[in-house]
């Protein structure tokens, strides 16, 4: 077992970053449905859900985003990865990760932050 160690450091850290995409789009399928949600960022509110074409709309904008953070994520860290190793390259990818947290985190009224955050925290997952 303690031959193979960077095999399991390595396999951990690629969990991790797996754990953080499922997480952040648990998190924000649920924050979506919120009515304090709709009502900061004026969507329609209802008991109908998701079936409004506004709330599907940025629901699925929202969703798609990080996804697509994600791919640009992952193939410029390819890049990155041979120019700087993969130290400074997790460790970069990290603090772009906190950066798109933080947009989503501050967005008030505004859900082009919350957009521009999930891109972001995409690239960085990816």
């Known amino acids: 077992m303690f031959e193979n160690r ?3 450091l390595l396999t951990g850290v690629a969990y991790m970053g797996a754990m953080l995409f499922g997480f952040d789009t648990g998190v924000m399928g649920s924050v979506l449905a919120m009515s304090s ?12 859900g998701f079936s409004d074409e506004k709330n599907a709309s940025v629901s ?4 798609s985003l990080l996804t697509a953070g ?12 041979e ?9 970069g990818f990290c603090g772009v990760f906190l950066v798109g947290a933080a947009l989503q985190t501050g967005a008030h009224h505004e859900i082009a932050l919350i957009y521009a955050g999930r891109v ?3 690239v960085g997952i990816g």
């Open 37 to 48: 949600f709709k009502n900061d960022f004026g969507l329609p509110q209802g008991s109908d």
């Open 6 to 8: 960077r095999v399991y």
């Open 120 to 122: 972001i925290a995409g």
């Open 60 to 63: 699925s904008n929202v969703v």
């Open 83 to 91: 120019k700087w190793g993969r130290l400074y390259t997790l460790m």
């Open 70 to 81: 994600s791919f640009f994520g992952a193939i410029g860290a390819a890049f990155i990865n």
